[in-house]
């Protein structure tokens, strides 16, 4: 059975949301109190961006469904999306809420977390609320504080002490007909000397109404802790996403970012490292791929201040008919950052004369005994490396497609779950034609 509740109409319906789920009265203030602040505060500033003349208000109905007791419970749209994939660790949300979820037993018996958020804030509130909203701030922006008052669904991972979690843990977040709210918040904490591996998957149906995803990751990595976050979005061009991935990163520690922006629609997504201990690392790979007339504006951050602290950040774009995208890698080195290195690599290939592609690479170093560097670079498939295929054989066509993915390989290659790398590839052939 399915539950509707609109959300634009006033705080009423907010607080209605808070107490349908019985949530704790911190959260009702902190929902309550991000909705009186979003029509006070701005938007978020961005490069060469103007999101005012985005849709921004399909926000649409909150509506759960029950969970199913399998994934052959499940849709027919839902099992196709879910087709090779074996992970007993799963949660699929549909529109605003969690339509099944499994965790396998061997992580209950480590002590290991692995649930949707609003399932979390029932059974760990204290655990929840150390870390709810501490890396990207309700009153922030405007979109962020939308999306503390209206966020549904999400996972929380809780990694504790000493545990490697060898399985990747898994999501998918889904689109349905008609218009919903979707707004999932992403929190995963890893404890002291853990490990884990998250992979997630945003996709819509074809009958998606006018929808605005708005999404937060927040990830804490504690001394001497690996995270792996991976993620692919390939929703439809109804939706408009607004996406903010952000790690704390302690001594030792390291988050590792692999994204692939191929959504349909128009695009905001910032991924950021806050590289807070000495010896902390970021290794950030992130692709987007634009056709039609889509506007994205994709930021790579890594902010240091830990000594001898780490960050590698590369980020690809291809641009096909009238798409346009801002690719931003920043890379802010704090004063007492000793040996601090930082690098990154932004590159564009356009497909098209009307695509447009924007890569600009920014340093802001504010300590002397330091490494960083920069490349950037924006143009169009090399006529001399075709011609070179096609000397050894090989078509025009076939010669174009090698090139395009070599270009892309970096992240594609790097997807940590075989199901979700085909789909991936799959993803990208549609988009680029070929």
């Not at 704090?334 to 690599?345: L, N, P, S, V």
């Not at 070179?388 to 054989?393: D, F, Q």
């Amino acid at each position: 059975m399915t539950a509707q509740l609109t959300l634009t109409t006033d705080r009423n319906a907010v607080a209605a949301l808070s107490a349908s789920k019985h949530e704790p009265q911190w959260m009702t203030e902190l929902r309550l109190q991000s909705y009186d602040l979003a029509a006070e505060l701005p938007l978020p500033v961005l490069e060469k961006t103007n999101v005012s003349k985005w849709n921004l208000q399909g926000y649409g109905t909150y509506q759960t469904a029950s969970v199913a007791p399998s994934v052959d419970a499940l849709s027919a749209d839902l099992q196709a999306l879910l087709e090779g994939n074996q992970s007993p660790s799963l949660i699929v949300q549909q529109n605003s809420g969690i339509v099944y979820r499994s965790e396998a037993a061997e992580l209950a018996a480590q002590g290991v977390v692995f649930t949707d958020l609003e399932s979390a804030l029932q059974s760990h509130p204290d655990l929840v609320k150390s870390y709810f909203a501490q890396t990207i701030k309700h009153d922030e922006h405007r979109v962020a504080a939308l999306h503390t008052a209206l966020w549904n669904g999400g996972i929380f991972v809780y990694v504790p002490k000493n545990v490697e979690v060898e399985l990747p843990l898994q999501a998918l977040f889904y689109a349905a007909d008609g218009q919903a709210t979707i707004a999932p918040h992403i929190l995963i904490v890893a404890d002291t000397n853990s490990s884990v591996t998250y992979v997630d998957h945003y996709s819509s149906s074809a009958n998606a109404g006018e929808t605005l995803l708005n999404a937060v990751v927040e990830v804490y990595v504690h001394a001497g802790a690996k995270v792996r976050f991976a993620s692919v979005h390939n929703a439809g061009a109804s939706l408009t996403q607004l996406i903010y991935r952000r790690a704390i990163v302690e001594k030792d520690g390291s988050i590792e970012w692999i994204v692939g922006e191929l959504n349909d629609g128009n695009n905001v997504s910032e991924t950021t490292s806050i590289l807070k201990g000495n010896g902390s690392s970021s290794d950030s790979k992130v692709i987007t791929v634009g056709t039609d007339a889509q506007s994205m504006n994709v930021t790579t951050r890594a902010v240091h201040f830990g000594l001898n602290s780490y960050s590698d950040m590369i980020t690809r774009g291809v641009m096909k008919d009238s798409a346009s995208a801002i690719i931003n890698g920043i890379t802010k080195i704090e004063k007492g950052a000793t040996g601090a290195g930082g690098f990154q690599t932004e590159r564009v290939l356009m497909l098209s004369p009307k695509a447009r592609g924007d890569a600009n690479p920014i340093l802001l170093i504010d300590e002397d005994d330091v490494k960083a560097g920069h490349a950037a670079s924006v143009g169009q498939v090399n006529e001399e490396q075709l011609y070179y295929l096609m000397s050894r054989g090989i078509s025009r066509n076939e010669a174009y497609r090698l090139i395009v993915y070599g270009f892309l390989a970096p992240v594609i290659n790097d997807i940590p779950q075989e199901s979700l790398q085909a789909a991936l590839k799959q993803i990208v052939e549609g988009k680029l034609g070929s």
